[in-house]
């Protein structure tokens, strides 16, 4: 059943729910202290298990509760953790995931909040339920870490950020490079204005490599019943706020859906939920919180004016696309770092499925390194570009007028001697937390950092960014505009070649069909 309340009537009636955690006095978030922050999760492996870990590795949490609605997830944690003791990369006495408290239902594990003592949460579900999680939380007053995106739908972003205002919680999204200092330096660097007006940027991924597109709706849809339910799972869980429908396994063999990384063609769990309408955000969704992060944050971009798929390969109903390219017009603005400066309107131009800006607009990139780079992003300004190649910003290169070739802006002249009009100040968490070894993945380029800033934010040991008087850098005041352009970019893929108008003050489109993908459907005992 579709719930088409307004959100008065929503977050009224949600209130009233005890699921919800919320009777009597509104919660106190706890801050300080000296023991361990008593840490929940949401999600044991895959991301999930490089959320955590880093921030039990601090020294500074300790995880209290798990929920998984797979609970073969903290078997593999446990053996993970058992081969990292037996190579000597962890203590003899690091903790044992089969000791922990283990939740099948999310809810039930909230239900016993209190008698648990949880402090804070990481929530690493698919994408449909980091919302209901992290929202359900926060209402009893718990800090959330929620991987990125954020949140699946427009509806839910606004709901999150008013939550998270409301009850005075610390959040921090998952989009691990904004704690690389490489990355605020870059950001730094955009916003002293050194490339003059920039009215044009550029940003691309190598995703999706999961199966999306039109022959997974031509799988999904001629399917007229499920395949077993492994016995680990628990389908129902899983499915949370989604509409019910049998479990499918795996596609068949010879089935020709995309797998470039060979990831085993599972159609739902795990991992391959990415690329449905109801479960994810597709490759806007998953990497624009990475690759777009360096020029929103530099270009102090703001609200988001209007969007247009302009180019799409594989559209059907049930999924993404396999390509796309999407324009999003952001408006005018004042600056916030330089003030009296206004900054011009930007297009934003993003692209996915191996699709890339031409290379005529970076000659100086291509004199570097022969070639538009896999992943990345591009800043066109009057007075030069700047080019990050990879996607969390650790590293840029610059060219200004009448340069040939890019430099690293660490190398770079100008960079080197610019001074920060509002320095950001560096990610400190690991020295805060006597130092660790790295985690895989994204969290290595951060080198944890931004995990243990989350945790010193509730300790409140960290510093407080001047423009928002928080101690987390991808909070709600950085986290609900960026995901706000980003999911207006995927409802314009689900209406291609349409120019879609978004007002941010009234959280609608010009556009009927449009407005019908802002609210996700909720199913009955999902009520958040």
């Known amino acids: ?123 690493s579900t698919s994408d449909h339920m980091h919302a209901p999680i992290a929202i359900r939380a926060m209402k009893m007053g718990i800090h959330v870490y929620v991987q990125k995106p954020l949140v699946r739908t427009l509806w839910e972003a606004e709901y999150f950020g008013k939550t998270a205002k409301e009850y005075g919680v610390v959040t921090q999204m998952g989009n691990q490079g904004s704690g690389g200092n490489g990355f605020r330096r870059n950001v730094e660097i955009l916003q002293s204005g050194i490339l003059g007006d920039v009215k044009e940027v550029h940003v691309w991924t190598n995703r999706p490599v999961w199966p999306q597109g039109l022959n997974v709706e031509k799988y999904v849809t001629s399917r007229t019943t499920g395949d077993a339910i492994p016995k680990s799972l628990n389908w129902d869980i899983w499915l949370g706020i989604a509409k019910e429908r049998p479990f499918l396994d795996m596609y068949p063999a010879g089935t020709d859906v995309y797998d ?12 391959t939920w990415r690329g449905f309408f109801d479960f994810g955000a597709g490759a806007f969704g998953d990497m624009a919180c990475h690759t777009m992060n360096l020029p929103f944050r530099g270009l102090e971009l703001g609200a988001v004016k209007d969007a247009q798929c302009t180019m799409i390969d594989s559209e059907n109903k049930i999924a993404y696309p396999l ?13 916030k770092v330089r003030k009296g400066v206004k900054l011009p309107a930007v297009t934003l131009y993003w692209y996915d499925g191996q699709e890339k800006p031409s290379a005529d607009l970076m000659p100086q990139v291509i004199a570097k390194d022969g070639k538009v780079p896999n992943t990345g992003c591009l800043v066109i300004g009057t007075n030069g570009i700047l080019c990050s190649t990879n996607d969390y910003g650790q590293d840029a290169f610059i060219a200004l007028k009448g340069e040939k070739v890019v430099q690293n802006t660490k190398d770079h002249p100008a960079c080197k001697a610019l001074k920060a009009v509002r320095p950001i100040p560096l990610c400190k968490g690991v020295a805060a937390a006597g130092g660790m070894d790295k985690s895989s993945g994204a969290a290595a380029l951060s080198a944890d950092g931004h995990y243990v800033e989350f945790l010193t934010a509730i300790l409140g040991t960290s510093a407080k960014f001047e ?62």
């Open 1 to 123: 059943m579709q719930f088409n309340l307004n959100r008065r009537e929503f977050v009224g009636g949600a209130a009233a729910l005890a699921a919800a955690g919320c009777c009597c006095a509104k919660p106190t978030p706890r801050y300080g202290g000296t023991g361990k922050i008593r840490l929940a999760v949401a999600g044991v492996m895959g991301k999930g298990f490089s959320d955590w870990m880093p921030m039990v590795k601090s020294g500074l949490a300790e995880v209290v509760a798990f929920f998984d609605a797979d609970a073969n997830t903290v078997k593999s944690a446990a053996n993970n953790i058992a081969k990292e003791k037996k190579k000597g990369k962890l203590p003899a006495d690091f903790m044992d995931p089969m000791k922990v408290p283990f939740y099948h239902d999310y809810r039930k594990m909230l239900d016993d909040a209190k008698k648990l003592n949880i402090q804070a949460l990481t929530v």
């Open 323 to 335: 390509k796309s390219i999407v324009k999003l017009t952001y408006a005018e603005r004042e600056s």
């Open 260 to 271: 470039p990384w060979k990831l085993g063609k599972h159609v739902y769990h795990p991992f």
């Open 467 to 528: 423009e928002t008087n928080s101690r987390c850098y991808s909070d709600v005041d950085y986290s609900i505009p960026m995901m706000e352009a980003i999911l207006v970019g995927t409802v314009a893929q689900r209406l291609p070649n349409q120019l879609l108008k978004w007002c941010t003050k009234k959280q609608q489109f010009d556009n009927e069909k449009a407005n019908s993908f802002i609210k996700p459907y909720i199913r009955r005992g999902f009520e958040f």
